[in-house]
């Protein structure tokens, strides 16, 4: 797959067929969509072109920016989509500019010029240009003069996506990891830089990845205990580790802030610094405050016995 960043310089397509979204977590609502895609590419030979944007839309065009959380950091999707057999991935800087062209110029100067398109795949409510005002119907209107066709995605596919993309974020900060990972078509994942902590885990037995995730977009499983696995970002072939992660408070020790914390089994390396990635597989447990360290030591030893039987 090519992964275009600049608009200005794009190549020329083949019969380009192409989709317009977001695309926030690649899940399985999304996967009938580049189905449609490729089949549609595969029977007049031509080349798939999935067009998105960054930052999130809604980050520029919404005044309730705070909230936002994704699945998927930029990259992640990038990844994500790389493996559905995808040509061409056009990253859109979307700013205020973008947004406020004029409908026509939108379709004339951006999808038109920039990418000649034999085929659009686009949902009956998908809106674009100043005020929103550019349709599937100006769309359509405007196909015969620039002689692309218009294939619509049914209204059942597109309610599935949002309904799924809300299920989803909903699922992982509520700890219910089984709905998300159904849902997403895979685990869900996220990574963090490996940083210096108070080595408490050291000392009770359990050493821990403290972890500092830096997308602040990223969403993040809610608080509680989980089986996971983990790699390593940097390395090429990734080695799977087994592990369980604490994301919390940490109540029996007192702790003031929220840290995520992975121990990985069977594992003595020194990985500082260093980015560790999270499948998040299943939730285990609430964070509990234990009367003493003893106690929590015997927790912990039962949440690995556990982990290790689900993965």
Not at 25 to 39: A, K, S
Not at 176 to 199: C, I, M, P, Q, W
Request: hydrophobic share 40%; proline share 4%; glycine share 6%.
């Amino acid at each position: 797959m090519q992964v275009h960043r600049n608009i200005d310089q794009l190549p020329p397509f083949r019969k380009a067929v192409i989709t317009i979204g977001t695309f926030d977590g690649v899940h399985q609502g999304h996967r009938q969509v580049i189905d449609r895609l490729l089949e549609e590419a595969a029977e007049i030979s031509g080349e798939t072109v999935i067009v998105t944007f960054h930052p999130h839309p809604r980050k520029v065009v919404s005044s309730a920016i705070l909230g936002i959380r994704l699945i998927n950091t930029l990259e992640e999707k990038i990844e994500l989509l790389e493996g559905l057999g995808i040509d061409h991935l056009v990253i859109v800087p979307f700013t205020e500019a973008f947004a406020n062209q004029e409908a026509e110029i939108y379709i004339q100067q951006f999808l038109v010029e920039k990418f000649s398109p034999h085929t659009i795949i686009i949902g009956y409510d998908h809106r674009f240009g100043r005020d929103r005002r550019g349709d599937y119907r100006l769309l359509e209107r405007y196909a015969p003069d620039y002689g692309y066709q218009l294939k619509e995605i049914p209204k059942h596919i597109l309610d599935h996506i949002s309904i799924s993309s809300t299920n989803i974020r909903e699922a992982i900060l509520h700890n219910d990891t089984e709905t998300a990972n159904k849902l997403l078509g895979y685990d869900f994942f996220f990574s963090g830089r490996v940083v210096h902590g108070d080595k408490l885990g050291r000392e009770l037995g359990y050493p821990t990845a403290n972890l500092r995730v830096e997308n602040e977009e990223k969403i993040l499983p809610g608080n509680g205990i989980y089986a996971v696995y983990a790699e390593l970002d940097d390395e090429e072939p990734r080695r799977r580790f087994k592990g369980m992660m604490s994301i919390g408070f940490r109540p029996t020790v007192d702790g003031k802030k929220r840290v995520v914390e992975v121990n990985l089994f069977d594992f003595a390396e020194d990985i500082y610094d260093r980015s560790l990635r999270v499948y998040v597989k299943q939730y285990l447990r609430e964070e509990v405050r234990f009367a003493n360290l003893e106690e929590l030591v015997k927790q912990i030893d039962q949440d690995k016995a556990v982990s290790l039987e689900i993965l």
